[in-house]
């Protein structure tokens, strides 16, 4: 059974960091494409970040610059490190495991499994 269960997701105000983490049991990373997604209430789910198989990495342009994605294989967990967060990052955001890399923001399409999603919220 395939579990990606996301963890690190809280509360901060405007300009501060934070790490999600993305555990993941059923699968090996490092033969999937992996993604971080994100959904604020009433918007679509967008591709936030992405990590590929030959590691290249990809973003949105949102948060270009600010957002940075990385995995551990070891530990199979998949990561996403967050700067100079805004009120418009605030989402619940989602790991994803793809079967076709990413060559710009991820798609939706390509996930073949979800996570049950973390809470960041960014106050001003």
């Known amino acids: 059974q395939v579990q990606l269960v996301e963890s690190g997701g809280v509360s901060v105000q405007t300009g501060g960091s934070l790490r999600l983490s993305c555990a993941a049991s059923?699968?090996?990373?490092?033969?999937?494409?992996m993604a971080w997604f994100r959904q604020s209430p009433g918007k679509e789910r967008e591709g936030v970040a992405g990590i590929n198989r030959d590691g290249s990495t990809t973003y949105a342009e949102s948060v270009k610059g600010r957002f940075t994605i990385s995995q551990d294989n070891a530990k199979n967990t998949l990561y996403l490190q967050m700067t100079s967060l805004k009120p418009e990052d605030t989402a619940m955001y989602y790991c994803?495991?793809?079967?076709?890399?990413?060559?710009?923001?991820?798609?939706?399409?390509?996930?073949?499994?979800w996570g049950q999603g973390t809470q960041v919220t960014v106050s001003s």
């Open positions: 059923g699968i090996t990373l490092r033969s999937y494409h």
């Open positions: 994803a495991a793809m079967l076709a890399p990413s060559t710009r923001a991820p798609m939706k399409a390509a996930v073949d499994y």
